[in-house]
């Protein structure tokens, strides 16, 4: 079992905020991501479940049980920290062992337990090894392999792949995916790579200023996001917004604003009946931009001129001037696009965000 | 100059002076280099060493060169009961004041590697003792023990502890034992910062790694931290022991080597030998006669922290 509920949970630092009211609760066996911009209170939050740092208000429990006043070793948590943390004076066989002896396990169960894990991890042959003779994926490796020896309830992951370089970090990525598949128990990881945040999480925890952003399974932040922050956050590259007003002509409602005048489609249109004569944002990611054909004539339209190419081999992005706004779009690789082209561009109605211009919530 | 050599040939083509052309070859720019270095270390270190031995070696005393006598000078002071008594208080001072120095010097460094309001403050604070003359605050020191006026007499009155006074520099093993309690306030402070600079070199994350592992807050220290600072604190002890083995200030202040000859160390008793009697010659035996314990001591350490270091 490895359930994890957050009630309530404050975090104040010499009179700074750092984290507000989060409520959560984290499943049995899920990989739980915790996202969003350095100083967002992700790091914070997972601190406070680890037991390293006090919580200010609110109640942690594990499996039902209240953990707010248990060290960090009576909580059955491990921990795989940013930098790894691994014992330079200990071999990589001890460094796995360190928290079993110190749990007084037997010196076979040890044995068993750590050649299992190293096993798992493909560093068999490293034992003998001290850290500073590893490299960056194989300290990696042993920090991974430290935890799982313990046969936690709950894994805590701090941004343990932001020091590696790209490429070994998307393979780490499948291998860290692999490895909760295999041993199913809870992970709660924190990143502030949103990359990293769709691909592993079962569910995502988008965080800034120390607020809960929103919940949800990875598709479901990237579908319908509760807020801007979340539509700008969640997406490479980044949803294209606009501030339009809204009007109504002939009985179909107009955003527009300076350059840019679009029809809005019915289903948008419904949600905005309240806003006619104010201020909305409107969002649309690069991807839900296509170059309009005639088929398109019937679908929201606006024209662009085009400021840069970044061809990038699977998809061309076009930065590009709608009026006085500043739009990426996305499109084939097989388009022939130059700078200074004046394109007209279509936008699939269902995929069009809006949000308060104000309060920046979905609307 | 370099640099100006380079571009004075190129613009006139023509063979730079004898002089930066010596200097341009680099075991003559070594040399030249080394010479202020060779010199200082020769006249203050080389010379009156090699000056010591060789009146070690005399029957010199002040205002008469001597004769050669051979080892009979090393003869004479092992021999000599008070030379034995120096050798014993020297070991006793050094290692009974290393010790406390660590124990005290590694509990202040972890209580000042703590987050606490005032930190810079007080770290600048804790220096005091190390960066006061150590005449002047063994004098201060030697008003507190003052049979007289010992406030330490007067604060163990007022508490009731004590009926009558305590001749703190007056009895032999009280003496040691002040002159201990000096060095050791004197000493503490170097031991704390230098221990506290290698605490900050060790990551909390290993702490906090361990603290999850399971290992209770005596557990850490004594499987991460002690380990972990054990090389800075090799080095810390080599420099003290060196320092505390040759240590002449504080004894000479507080007791002059008395009460009868009690307190005298390696430093002092050559002093009153030498310069004291003005017997040189053996006085430099008395102070020679350190040499191979603190070579050795030196030998010891330094292969020990190499080994530290390698692990």
Redesign the interface.
């Known amino acids: 079992m490895g359930q994890v509920v957050l009630k309530e949970i404050n975090k104040f630092f010499d009179g700074v905020h750092a984290v507000k009211d989060v409520n959560l609760q984290i499943r049995d066996k899920e990989f739980m991501v915790f996202v969003g911009p350095s100083g967002c209170g992700k790091t914070t939050t997972l601190r406070m479940i680890a037991g390293l740092e006090a919580i200010s208000s609110g109640d942690i429990s594990i499996d039902g049980n209240v953990v707010n006043g248990l060290a960090p070793m009576d909580r059955d948590i491990a921990m795989v920290f940013q930098n790894y943390a691994l014992y330079p004076h200990m071999s990589v066989y001890d460094n796995m062992a360190f928290g079993l002896k110190m749990r007084k396990f037997e010196k076979p169960e040890i044995d068993k337990r750590v050649l299992e894990a190293a096993d798992i991890l493909g560093i068999g042959d490293l034992l003998k090894r001290r850290p500073r003779q590893l490299s960056g994926g194989q300290r990696q490796r042993v920090a991974l392999g430290r935890a799982i020896v313990r046969h936690p309830r709950v894994f805590l992951f701090d941004e343990p792949l932001s020091n590696l370089d790209a490429k070994l970090r998307v393979q780490m990525r499948v291998e860290l995916k692999k490895l909760h598949l295999r041993l199913g128990t809870t992970a709660i990881y924190v990143t502030h790579d949103q990359v990293e945040a769709m691909t592993l999480g079962d569910r995502v925890v988008v965080m800034k200023d120390g607020v809960v952003q929103q919940v949800g399974e990875p598709l479901e932040l990237y579908n319908q996001p509760a807020n801007k922050f979340v539509a700008g956050f969640i997406g490479s590259p980044a949803m294209n917004f606009a501030v339009v007003t809204v009007t109504e002509a002939n009985g179909s409602l107009i955003a527009e604003n300076s350059g840019l005048r679009i029809k809005l489609p019915d289903e948008t249109a419904q949600r905005l009946r309240g806003h006619i004569g104010r201020e909305v944002m409107l969002g649309v990611r690069p991807e839900d931009l296509t170059v309009a054909g005639s088929a398109d004539l019937d679908l929201p339209c606006f024209d662009a001129v085009i400021e840069v190419v970044e061809q990038l081999g699977s998809e061309i992005l076009l930065d590009m001037k709608v009026g006085e706004n500043i739009m990426v779009a996305s499109v084939e690789p097989t388009a022939r696009v130059r700078v200074g082209d004046k394109l007209r561009f279509a936008m699939r109605p269902s995929r069009l965000h809006v949000f308060n211009a104000q309060t920046e919530a979905a609307i | 100059m370099a640099i100006s050599a380079v571009s004075d040939t190129t613009l006139r083509e023509a063979p730079p002076p004898r002089r930066q052309r010596l200097l341009e070859d680099e075991r003559w720019l070594a040399f030249v280099l080394l010479v202020p270095t060779i010199v200082l270390l020769g006249m203050f270190i080389a010379y009156p060493f090699m000056r010591g031995i060789l009146l070690s070696v005399t029957s010199s005393r002040v205002g008469i060169p001597g004769d050669f006598v051979g080892l009979a000078n090393f003869y004479k002071i092992f021999n000599d009961g008070i030379f034995r008594t120096s050798v014993y208080n020297t070991f006793l001072y050094t290692g009974v004041t290393t010790v406390f120095k660590l124990a005290l010097g590694l509990w202040l460094a972890m209580l000042l590697n703590r987050n606490f309001r005032g930190k810079a403050f007080t770290r600048a604070f804790i220096l005091l003792p190390f960066i006061i003359p150590t005449v002047l605050s063994t004098f201060a020191w030697k008003w507190m023990f003052d049979p007289t006026f010992s406030v330490l007499n007067w604060l163990l009155y007022h508490f009731g502890l004590i009926t009558g006074r305590i001749n703190w520099l007056g009895d032999p093993d009280l003496a040691m034992i002040s002159i201990i309690i000096v060095n050791i306030w004197r000493g503490v402070p170097f031991f704390a910062i230098s221990l506290l600079a290698g605490l900050q070199t060790i ?1 909390p ?2 702490n ?9 807050p005596w ?1 850490r220290f004594w ?2 931290t002690w ?2 600072l054990l090389p800075v604190t090799m080095v810390v002890v080599l420099f003290s022991v060196i320092q505390t083995f040759a240590d002449f200030q504080i004894v000479y202040v507080m007791t002059g080597g008395g009460p009868a000859n009690a307190t005298h160390l390696f430093a002092t008793y050559a002093y009153q030998i030498a310069i004291g009697t003005g017997l040189l010659s053996e006085g430099a035996a008395i102070a020679l006669a350190m040499f191979p314990i603190l070579f050795l001591v030196v030998i010891i350490q330094l292969l020990y922290i190499r080994r530290v270091e390698v ?1």
Request: net charge negative; aromatic share 0%.
């Open positions: 990551s994350e290993l906090e790694a361990a603290a999850i592992d399971g290992a209770k557990q499987h991460i380990p972990l692990r």
